[in-house]
């Protein structure tokens, strides 16, 4: 799933909006992939190639071609281990070994993936070509024609080819751009109903998402303290963590109900049940929420965790479907579905929902008479979708078969193939730079906007800000992926590190200027304008690393590597929230001081009069203040010590250790990533 923008406070998703996360593919595409991968060196140690490559060419006739991939990526230390095993089997002079310089543009052992591999969770390739931005790739591609064997044999017998230059193009229509070989109405009708159902599937599972991690943040404010909603965030985790359990997901199903359905639709049904409870008690709960010092906040983000993790694991199992449920020669539309299906979920639930739950918003546009509600609440919201929710469960119940399958898969066998992973000791280099790369723009990715919302800025006004940067995310993502293909991906990741802490600077600038009589026109602007650098910042940074991933994961168990490193990179987004936001409330220091001249009239407070002055940092103490008549008067603002602390601590570990140990794993050869045999 997708990474959504971080300063959306959203949950790990494979959506183009809001993710600060990056996607994490599902497991069962590594053991698919390390499974093909095994049988053609097998069948290339009996010498069954000979029989693939036809023979027609007299260049191969009499010894055994070099397996070439044009799925995955060209691993550098399988490109030449045959010599020995040629001569004994087939009585011919080995392939030369390597000691030429490598004559490819590209660097050797640079990792070379046609769009759509299994191993890429996002190709900058596929990014130049139509436009789009953090979709996982995550199907075997399809872009090589029916007669790719004979292309290879053709490819073999030039006098130029050698193992050092990259895998070339396969057609022409790949050269021009052309992704798809079919367009969505020229599929046959199934996969047409096929690909509209995983649409369907993935937009449920944004709407929750959308929630979770866009707009419930923004609607707690009024009720919560900074650290209190740092509990909340907690209850983003699960998308962060669904690696530890997507084995069981993809080995664990009954064959009388199907592999995927098995859990798709059981965990749907507990999800539309939980929205129908949750939406009848939302609403209070976040009331509640801030009362005996935060105490009510714990059972509001454990509901919330509840419905995340169902979610996720809804996720692994829809993801699995999705090579199924298209024919092979359509796979490549599995992606698309998941984009467009989780990018309108989360847009619904995030940005319109933010703007419809506005009374300032509905008031300004659809009534004549102001009211003090929106035009929908989060309990009527809620309750509509779990509606929705049951009413797909059931149709996908009575009116979908699954294909029935005997495959399984060993939940043992991912455990540890991991484990041997996190042996390797770039990899706990590499995981290590993940946990603490983020910490320097944590500050203004959590906290900066519902800083806005407590200065006076309209939630209104931020729904606006959200809708005019999803275009600039999406048309700037492109670039981000074309930058990522030409130069090396952590130098445009540094790049961006350093982008993104002078984004943080700005931002609390901004802040900071805030207008004393309420935002005007130009400083709406200015927010805007200070929004769409901080997301463009993010997405190249999100689109660097994730090419990187590509570039080091082994193709052999690539859905493995990449979706650990995916993991291991959302942690170093979530996990630092929490603390960010408790130090927020703790290095703040505000004063509630009572009236001058306290009101005759006593019954016209909203609470008991204010007599003695007493700490207002927290949103309970905040609201007591104001409604019996004081003035909760900020001397210390912790965001601007925290903020400044975060971008003191990514400049140092950035300088100090980050970026010398980010360029020295880039300049490794592609062995070192590689688990022994």
């Given at each position: 799933?997708?990474?959504?923008?971080?300063?959306?406070?959203?949950?790990?998703?494979?959506?183009?909006?809001?993710?600060?996360?990056?996607?994490?593919?599902?497991?069962?595409?590594?053991?698919?992939?390390?499974?093909?991968?095994?049988?053609?060196?097998?069948?290339?140690?009996s010498g069954h190639e000979l029989s693939t490559f036809g023979g027609s060419s007299k260049r191969t006739q009499g010894r055994r071609p070099p397996r070439i991939d044009t799925h995955t990526q060209v691993r550098e230390e399988d490109e030449y281990q045959w010599s020995e095993d040629d001569e004994t089997e087939h009585h011919s002079p080995p392939m030369p070994s390597r000691k030429s310089k490598s004559r490819s543009p590209?660097?050797?052992?640079?990792?070379?993936?046609?769009?759509?591999?299994?191993?890429?969770?996002?190709?900058?390739?596929?990014?130049?070509?139509?436009?789009?931005?953090?979709?996982?790739?995550?199907?075997?591609?399809?872009?090589?024609p029916d007669d790719a064997a004979s292309q290879t044999a053709r490819l073999m017998g030039r006098s130029s080819f050698t193992l050092d230059e990259a895998v070339p193009p396969m057609s022409p229509a790949k050269e021009a751009g052309d992704v798809q070989s079919n367009g969505f109405f020229?599929?046959?009708?199934?996969?047409?109903?096929?690909?509209?159902?995983?649409?369907?599937?993935?937009?449920?599972?944004?709407?929750?998402?959308?929630?979770?991690?866009?707009?419930?943040?923004?609607?707690?404010?009024?009720?919560?303290?900074?650290?209190q909603i740092g509990v909340y965030s907690l209850a983003s985790y699960p998308y962060s963590l669904k690696l530890l359990w997507s084995p069981i997901v993809d080995a664990v199903w009954s064959s009388?109900?199907?592999?995927?359905?098995?859990?798709?639709l059981p965990i749907q049904a507990l999800s539309g049940l939980g929205m129908i409870w949750l939406g009848s008690q939302a609403q209070a709960m976040m009331e509640k929420a801030g009362e005996n010092n935060g105490a009510g906040v714990w059972g509001f983000t454990g509901w919330w965790f509840a419905l995340v993790f169902m979610c996720a694991t809804q996720d692994i199992a829809v993801d699995g479907w999705a090579l199924t449920l298209l024919s092979p020669q359509n796979l490549s539309y599995a992606?698309?579905?998941?984009?467009?299906?989780?990018?309108?979920?989360?847009?619904?639930?995030?940005?319109?929902?933010?703007?419809?739950?506005?009374?300032?918003?509905?008031?300004?546009?659809?009534?004549?008479?102001?009211?003090?509600?929106?035009?929908?609440?989060?309990?009527?919201?809620?309750?509509?979708?779990?509606?929705?929710?049951?009413?797909?469960?059931?149709g996908l119940a009575l009116l979908k078969k699954e294909d029935r399958t005997k495959e399984r898969d060993s939940i043992g066998a991912v455990y540890k193939t991991?484990?041997?992973?996190?042996?390797?000791?770039?990899?706990?280099?590499?995981?290590?730079?993940?946990?603490?790369?983020?910490?320097?723009?944590?500050?203004?990715?959590?906290?900066?906007?519902?800083?806005?919302?407590?200065?006076?800025?309209?939630?209104?006004?931020?729904?606006?800000?959200?809708?005019?940067?999803?275009?600039?995310?999406?048309?700037?993502?492109?670039?981000?992926?074309?930058?990522?293909?030409?130069?090396?991906?952590?130098t445009v990741w540094s790049l961006a590190f350093v982008g993104r802490l002078a984004a943080a600077v700005f931002a609390q600038l901004v802040v900071m200027a805030f207008p004393t009589g309420g935002t005007t026109n130009w400083y709406l602007l200015v927010v805007i304008v200070e929004h769409v650098f901080s997301t463009f910042m993010s997405t190249v940074m999100f689109v660097a690393i994730s090419?990187?991933?590509?570039?080091?994961?082994?193709?052999?168990?690539?859905?493995?590597?990449?979706?650990?490193?995916?993991?291991?990179?959302?942690?170093?987004?979530?996990?630092?929230r929490f603390f960010v936001l408790k130090f927020v409330d703790a290095f703040t220091t505000a004063t509630c001081s009572p009236a001058s001249s306290p009101p005759k009239d006593t019954s016209l407070l909203k609470g008991p009069l204010v007599t003695q002055p007493f700490s207002c940092v927290?949103?309970?103490?905040?609201?007591?203040?104001?409604?019996?008549?004081?003035?909760?008067?900020?001397?210390?603002?912790?965001?601007?010590?925290?903020?400044?602390?975060?971008?003191?601590?990514?400049?140092?570990?950035?300088?100090?250790?980050?970026?010398?140990?980010?360029?020295?794993?880039?300049?490794?050869?592609?062995?070192?990533?590689?688990?022994?045999?």
């Open positions: 799933m997708g990474d959504q923008h971080p300063r959306r406070q959203s949950v790990p998703t494979t959506s183009l909006v809001g993710s600060s996360i990056a996607p994490i593919l599902p497991l069962h595409e590594a053991r698919i992939q390390e499974e093909s991968i095994r049988r053609e060196r097998r069948a290339s140690q590209n660097p050797r052992g640079r990792a070379h993936q046609a769009n759509g591999s299994a191993s890429s969770a996002y190709s900058p390739a596929s990014s130049e070509m139509n436009g789009s931005f953090r979709e996982r790739n995550k199907h075997a591609s399809l872009d090589v020229e599929l046959p009708e199934q996969d047409r109903r096929n690909f509209l159902l995983l649409v369907l599937l993935y937009f449920l599972q944004g709407i929750p998402m959308g929630l979770a991690g866009g707009s419930v943040p923004f609607l707690l404010k009024s009720h919560l303290s900074y650290g009388k109900v199907g592999r995927r359905k098995s859990w798709i992606s698309t579905a998941q984009t467009v299906g989780l990018t309108a979920g989360h847009f619904l639930s995030y940005t319109v929902f933010l703007a419809l739950s506005s009374p300032d918003f509905a008031n300004k546009y659809f009534r004549s008479s102001p009211l003090p509600d929106g035009l929908m609440t989060l309990n009527s919201y809620l309750q509509f979708w779990g509606w929705a929710y049951l009413a797909v469960t059931l991991m484990g041997g992973i996190l042996k390797l000791r770039n990899i706990q280099i590499f995981i290590l730079i993940h946990l603490i790369a983020k910490i320097g723009f944590q500050a203004n990715d959590a906290v900066t906007n519902l800083k806005l919302l407590d200065k006076g800025f309209s939630q209104e006004d931020l729904a606006l800000t959200v809708l005019i940067d999803f275009p600039f995310e999406i048309s700037l993502g492109y670039y981000a992926g074309k930058w990522s293909e030409k130069y090396k991906p952590i090419a990187f991933h590509a570039k080091i994961a082994d193709p052999a168990i690539g859905g493995t590597y990449m979706t650990l490193l995916a993991t291991v990179s959302n942690l170093g987004g979530t996990f630092p927290l949103e309970a103490e905040k609201h007591r203040c104001l409604d019996g008549g004081g003035a909760c008067a900020v001397q210390r603002d912790g965001y601007y010590i925290v903020n400044m602390l975060c971008v003191v601590f990514g400049i140092v570990t950035f300088w100090g250790f980050i970026r010398p140990a980010a360029a020295k794993l880039q300049g490794l050869p592609m062995r070192a990533w590689r688990l022994s045999e």
